[in-house]
Structures are given as structure tokens and as C-alpha cells.
């Protein structure tokens, strides 16, 4: 009986501690593929669930930062056409529309950017990073250049604190995009 216990706890041991090391391998492949970005703590925080799959993988990593930048992308530009016009000063309307036509070019653009990271392939592999830098950094600028509309409106509007804070975040994903694809490019596939 007490062989029987001991061996029950053995087991037991043995299952957290591979479980832990797994934990600890996951982590250090994310903490690995986010130490080329400027936000660490946010792509760590965002990429962390793909770890298992992209492990030390720079097309996996590049693929799942677009991925992750589509799904923000997605969610601002969806908060922003559930913005009433009426709640907002004639500026604060104009810097409204111009925004949401720009979110809406950053996602054709990040989307672009997937389908060919879907894709990629040694013989145009050069063509391609190419492409892609030009993709994302437009996605990149077209969100500066929404918050660049807002510029001037009033900091009082919660609304607008909002919208800045929103597509600030949304812009730091485009960056850590950028970033794991610039390290694929140097790595190569």
C-alpha cells in the first residue's frame, strides 16, 4: 500500500515538473522572438499562445504578429464604426471618417501581408520581404496618420482618449509585426 502512494506521488512529481519545463521552453521561444521588438512586454503578453506551434520558427512568429495586429486591427475599426457621428464636433467628424477609411486600409494591408506570408517561398523570398515591409509600414503609417487627425481635438472627449488609446495599442502590434518580419528577413526562411 504504501509502495503504491509513494509511486501515486512519484508520478505525480514527474508530470508537474515536465509540465513546468514545457511551460518554461514555451516561454523562452516567445521571450526569443519578442526580444527584437520595442514593446517586449506587449508582443510576450499577445504572442504567448503560439508558442507551441511557432516555437523558434521566424515565418511562424512573423505570421502570427500579422495575425494577432488583424485581430486588433478588426476590434478597433469596429469600435470606431459603432461611434456615433453625433457625439463628436465637426473636426473630431472629419479626423472620425478619415480614421476609419485608414483602419480599413491597414487591414487590407496586414491581410495582403498574411496571404503571402502563407506563402513564402526561397526562389522570390527576397521579392516577398520586400513586399511585406511595404505592406506593414504602410499598415503602420495609416495609423499614425489616424491619430494624427486627432491631434488637435479636445483631450476632454472620452471618446477621443478612447480612439487614441485604442489605435496607439493597435499600433504597437503593427510595430511588433514589422519588427518579427525584419527578423525573419534577416534570418531567412
Same mark, same amino acid.
Given at each position: ?8 506521488? =512519484?508520478?505525480? !512529481?514527474?508530470? /508537474? *515538473?515536465? *509540465?513546468? +519545463?514545457?511551460?518554461?521552453?514555451? @516561454?523562452?521561444?516567445?521571450? @526569443? ?8 512586454? /506587449?508582443?510576450?503578453?499577445?504572442? %504567448?499562445? &503560439? +508558442?507551441?506551434?511557432?516555437? @523558434? ?27 456615433? $457621428?453625433? #457625439?463628436? #464636433?465637426? $473636426?473630431?467628424?472629419? %479626423? ?6 485608414? =483602419?480599413?486600409?491597414?487591414?487590407? @494591408? ?6 503571402? =506570408?502563407?506563402? /513564402?517561398? %526561397? +526562389?522570390? &523570398? ?5 513586399? !511585406? ?6 499598415? =503602420? ?7 494624427? #487627425?486627432?491631434?488637435? %481635438? ?20 503593427? *510595430? ?14
Amino acid at each position: 500500500m504504501s509502495s503504491s502512494i509513494t509511486f501515486s506521488f =512519484l508520478l505525480c !512529481l514527474l508530470s /508537474l *515538473t515536465s *509540465t513546468s +519545463s514545457l511551460q518554461s521552453k514555451r @516561454n523562452s521561444y516567445v521571450q @526569443n522572438a519578442c526580444s527584437v521588438t520595442h514593446y517586449t512586454d /506587449l508582443c510576450v503578453q499577445t504572442l %504567448a499562445p &503560439f +508558442s507551441s506551434v511557432a516555437k @523558434n520558427s521566424p515565418s511562424k512568429w512573423a505570421r502570427a504578429g500579422v495575425s494577432v495586429a488583424i485581430s486588433d486591427n478588426k476590434d478597433v475599426l469596429r469600435s470606431l464604426l459603432k461611434m456615433r $457621428r453625433s #457625439g463628436f #464636433g465637426r $473636426r473630431d467628424r472629419v %479626423a472620425l471618417s478619415d480614421c476609419r477609411e485608414l =483602419l480599413q486600409d491597414s487591414l487590407d @494591408n496586414l491581410h495582403k501581408s498574411l496571404a503571402v =506570408l502563407r506563402t /513564402l517561398r %526561397a +526562389s522570390e &523570398f527576397q521579392e516577398q520581404m520586400s513586399d !511585406l515591409a511595404t505592406w506593414l509600414s504602410t499598415a =503602420l503609417t495609416d495609423k499614425d496618420t489616424c491619430l494624427d #487627425g486627432f491631434e488637435k %481635438a479636445s483631450m476632454k472627449s472620452a471618446m477621443v482618449r478612447m480612439i487614441r488609446r485604442k489605435v496607439t495599442t493597435s499600433m504597437y502590434m503593427s *510595430t511588433i509585426s514589422l519588427a518579427l518580419l525584419n527578423k525573419l528577413a534577416a534570418d531567412g526562411l
